[in-house]
């Protein structure tokens, strides 16, 4: 579920601090994305979708560990409309609740990435460039 600021602004990874856009754009050899405008025309340059394996949730803040209540996104009519050959998730909640509720139905194994919140200040952004790389392959 998308951080309490990136809820608030209305889109994915929009905590200022949250690293994904910085380490997206390091991988991609890219100037970071700061708009919204900006952060969409680079998805669809490097052909990247983004999506939440959660439609909808009781949470508590930001906090995974709090969240219950879980309703699912309907990923299987996007792929089945796409041309999309690997997923990825971001997060350790994101990988479970996806490898629980959508791996079954999807058939496309998950590639688990670890969190690139603020809050995960157990992986430092080397180790999170070197773990994204498995997006170029």
Known sequence: M????SRELGFYYAHPQ???WK???????EDIPITKDEKKIFLKKHHIALWDVI???TITG???ASIKNVKVNDIK???DKSNIQKIFTTGKKAYELYQKYCYQNIGIKAI???STSPANNAVDFEQLVSEYQQILD
């Not at 998308?2 to 600021?5: A, E, H, L």
């Not at 380490?23 to 050899?29: H, Q, R, S, V």
């Open 23 to 29: 380490t997206l754009a390091y991988i991609m050899n």
């Open 2 to 5: 998308p951080s309490v600021k």
């Open 62 to 64: 930001s906090s995974d």
């Open 112 to 114: 688990y990435l670890p």
């Open 18 to 20: 949250n690293r994904f």
């Open 77 to 79: 009519s996007i792929i």
């Open 55 to 57: 439609k909808s949730c």
